[in-house]
Every structure is written in structure tokens, then in C-alpha cells.
């Protein structure tokens, strides 16, 4: 009876583990891809650092030079989301890819020794459940990716971020006079400066949807429930 009881205790335990394991190695790699995104958000904000400082520094009390800097400032705090989306998406992406990787790998080898002597003459409760649990693993960091949209939602929000960038640079240029509209100081010079900040805050309106799409329609059919 003791000896009953410490296998099926023994079974729980290994049963537990084949769960809790993965988790932790999801946790460490997806702390790690957060740490190399974080070092490339550091690097981004290093060359933004420099043209904000640019800008600040431009001392101006011509209305339009004012208006352009309140742009900057709104196209600041407009684009940081779309980085911060697209960091968390990138963990993610790596995440699953990796993980993904490791229990295709480890199914097959599970997989190949079932297979040398048939589902139904293994005896061995250790090498069943591993081979289940490692198949669910294995589907789960498959489907994800698909079902979260992680390269479409890394693509959107790093190209919605990008076009900010663009906007910004567009201001930069326009507060630095590049285009010689308030050199040349006349009705017609303004006007065209006018238009231009008129064209960022349509650029600013009309560009401000944030993407973290989920794509239920990947979930494979056989597993859809209610269908």
C-alpha cells in the first residue's frame, strides 16, 4: 500500500513539474528579451535626447515656433505606446519562438521512442505523460504567435513609431528654418510655414490608433470551443 501511494505521489510530483518547468523557462527567457529591448528603447531615447534638446534650446517667441514645439511635445508622448507595444510583442515573439523550438525538439525524441514500440506497449507513465504535456507545450507556443498577431502587431506599432520619428524630424527641420520660411519673413513665406504645421496636426489626428489585435480566427478549428 506504501509503495502504491509513493508512486502515485511520485507521478503527481513529476506531473507538476512537467508543468511549473516550462513556465519558469518562459519567465527567464521572456525577462531577458524585456532586458535586450529595454537596452534598445535606452538607445532610441539616447538619439531622441538629442533632438529634444535641440528644439528646447531654440529660443523664439514667433507664434509658429511655439506651435511646432507643442507639436513636438505632442508627438513625444503620442509615439512612446507604440514602442512600449512593440517591445512587449518582440519578448514575446522570441519568446514563443525559442520555446517553440525546444519542445518540437524534445516531442520528436519523446515521439520516436513511443513509436519503437507502439502507444499501447508503453508501460512507462513517466514517458506518456511527458511526451502529452510536451505535445500541449509545443502546441501552445505554435498557436500563440498566430492568435496574438505578434509579427503584424510588431510591424504596425514599430511603423507607427517610425512615422512619429518622421514627424518629429519634420519639426526639427521646420523650427531650425531649413526651408528659410521665416528668414525670408513675408505673407507668403508664414502661410506656407502655416501649412505645413497645419499638415503635422492632420498627420497627428489622423495616425493615433494603437495595435494589439488578437486573431481568434487562428485558433485551429478542432480545438475551437462552442463550434
Known amino acids: 500500500m506504501t509503495h502504491i501511494m509513493n508512486?502515485?505521489?511520485?507521478?503527481?510530483?513529476?506531473?507538476?513539474?512537467?508543468?511549473?518547468?516550462?513556465?519558469?523557462i518562459f519567465l527567464v527567457t521572456i525577462n531577458f528579451f524585456k532586458g535586450q529591448s529595454n537596452e534598445m528603447e535606452k538607445i532610441f531615447k539616447e538619439k531622441d535626447s538629442i533632438i529634444e534638446n535641440s528644439i528646447y534650446s531654440f529660443k523664439s517667441d514667433i507664434k509658429e515656433i511655439k506651435q511646432l514645439k507643442e507639436q513636438f511635445?505632442?508627438?513625444?508622448?503620442?509615439?512612446?505606446?507604440?514602442?512600449?507595444?512593440?517591445?512587449?510583442?518582440?519578448?514575446y515573439h522570441y519568446t514563443f519562438s525559442i520555446l517553440f523550438t525546444l519542445f518540437s525538439i524534445l516531442t520528436g525524441i519523446l515521439s520516436f521512442l513511443i513509436l519503437l514500440k507502439g502507444w499501447e506497449n508503453v508501460n512507462s507513465f513517466y514517458l506518456k505523460s511527458a511526451f502529452?504535456?510536451?505535445?500541449?507545450?509545443?502546441?501552445?507556443?505554435?498557436?500563440?504567435?498566430?492568435?496574438?498577431?505578434?509579427?503584424?502587431?510588431?510591424?504596425n506599432n514599430?511603423?507607427?513609431?517610425?512615422?512619429?520619428?518622421?514627424?518629429?524630424?519634420?519639426?526639427?527641420?521646420?523650427?531650425?528654418?531649413?526651408?528659410?520660411?521665416?528668414?525670408?519673413?513675408?505673407?507668403?513665406?508664414?502661410?506656407?510655414?502655416?501649412?505645413?504645421?497645419?499638415?503635422?496636426?492632420?498627420?497627428?489626428?489622423?495616425?493615433q490608433?494603437?495595435?494589439?489585435?488578437?486573431?481568434?480566427d487562428k485558433v485551429p478549428k478542432e480545438i475551437k470551443p462552442f463550434q
Open 7 to 24: 508512486s502515485n505521489t511520485l507521478k503527481v510530483i513529476f506531473s507538476f513539474f512537467l508543468f511549473v518547468i516550462p513556465m519558469m
Open 73 to 91: 511635445e505632442i508627438v513625444n508622448k503620442i509615439k512612446k505606446p507604440y514602442l512600449t507595444t512593440a517591445k512587449k510583442y518582440s519578448s
Open 132 to 155: 502529452l504535456v510536451s505535445f500541449f507545450w509545443v502546441s501552445l507556443f505554435g498557436i500563440l504567435p498566430n492568435v496574438l498577431g505578434n509579427n503584424q502587431n510588431i510591424k
Open 158 to 207: 514599430l511603423g507607427k513609431y517610425n512615422f512619429y520619428n518622421g514627424l518629429h524630424l519634420d519639426i526639427y527641420s521646420l523650427i531650425n528654418d531649413n526651408k528659410g520660411y521665416i528668414k525670408r519673413d513675408t505673407k507668403y513665406s508664414l502661410d506656407s510655414l502655416n501649412l505645413e504645421i497645419l499638415s503635422i496636426t492632420k498627420n497627428i489626428k489622423e495616425n
Open 209 to 216: 490608433d494603437l495595435y494589439f489585435d488578437v486573431f481568434i
